[in-house]
């Protein structure tokens, strides 16, 4: 009966047109082999081009052969390695911050640090259209959970009047959001932070390695840096390795170490993917680092105004998350399919990642598509969306 149910809810998944499969993708770059078709890829995250370059696969290769393919155990019990030491220091120094600490995901952090900073008693402020690991770690805090309109500093300052509490408040936001693109207004949150007395946390997942100077990311970028009480990031983005971390201080460092359960029950990162992670750093605050920053912004500006003259309601935007709002989850997945026929590949995204009626094409670019395979996708993309009646 139990297996039963499971059918028929996957059945009923299915049915509302939101069924999900996996796709093995045989490559990392900007063109990959789906089965036997190549294709332009277009729904990474690996925003820069670095999960396949050459000093980042030397840096992992070279640690596995000198230190092993495990941490073995938690940091807590013997798998703090002078390798984490050596990452955490890295991302102090680019972030600008007294001390960080190493998650295995950004899924871990967020859960893992919001979970151990608030509880019953305490009030989370968050961006309605925040990450789902932001919102899955306010559930499991037990804290009151209150969400307030996207990017509404104003709703936000009038909630945080009403909600009153003798306990501890924080505001959690993302710097840039994962399925719009667009950035949070950083600068206010910090001025309602200082002005309730409440900690603000920023998941700059999509930011890290892309904005401000030397890619430190949005808070940077807004000037805000010092205002922000934990900034957490990813190094499977951008920086083209694996895990996450919070840039902090030694007190919500130290605080962490002896309360975040994802932290102290997870075998920590392993020595290939730390060493990749360290090279990633050093890459993105490099020249070279700079010239995929520039070169990606000009695909973005040149991919966004195609689009936009092709008749979509794209948003002007910095970052290389470009939505193309479908609506109806069936038109958006036929959408994607007609797209992979012609050779490029653009996820559909549905809900539960978006709100009802708000399933959408997520497309993202990378420093090295050339424009000139972002033209011709420009052109797939209003040729169907014009034969779907979508533009």
Known sequence: MSLERVKQRLATISNNG???????????????QLGDQECLLLCSNNYLGLADHLSLKRAAAEAAFRFGTSSGASRLVSGSLPLHDALEAS????????????????????????????????????????HASIIDGALLSGAKLVRYPHNDAAALARLMEQHQTDGLRLIVSDGVFSMDGDLAPLRALVDLAAHHDALLMVDDAHGGGLLG?????????????????????TFGKALGSFGAYVACS????????????????????????????LAAIELVRSAEGERRRQQLAANVALFRRQLQLAGFAVPDGVTPIVPILVGDPVVTMTFSAQLLEKGFFVQGI???????GTSRLRCTL?????????????DAIAQVGRALGVV
């Open 18 to 32: 939101l069924l999900r499969t996996l796709r093995p993708v045989a490559e990392v770059g900007p063109r990959v």
């Open 250 to 277: 030694q007190l919500i460092k130290d605080y962490l170490v002896n309360r975040s359960r994802s932290l102290i029950f997870s075998t920590s990162l392993p020595p290939a993917v730390l060493a990749a992670s």
């Open 366 to 378: 990378m420093a090295n598509h050339s424009q000139d395979d972002l033209s011709a996708a420009a």
């Open 350 to 356: 549905r809900p539960p990642t978006v709100p009802q």
């Open 213 to 233: 100077p030397q890619g430190r990311g949005s808070a940077a970028m807004a000037g805000v840096t010092s205002g922000i009480h934990l900034q957490m990031g």
């Open 91 to 130: 991302v102090a120094n680019w972030k600008g911050t007294e001390t960080a600490l190493l998650f295995n995901s950004g899924y871990a952090a967020n859960t893992g640090i919001i979970a151990a900073l608030a509880g019953r008693g305490d009030l989370i402020f968050s961006d309605r259209l925040n």
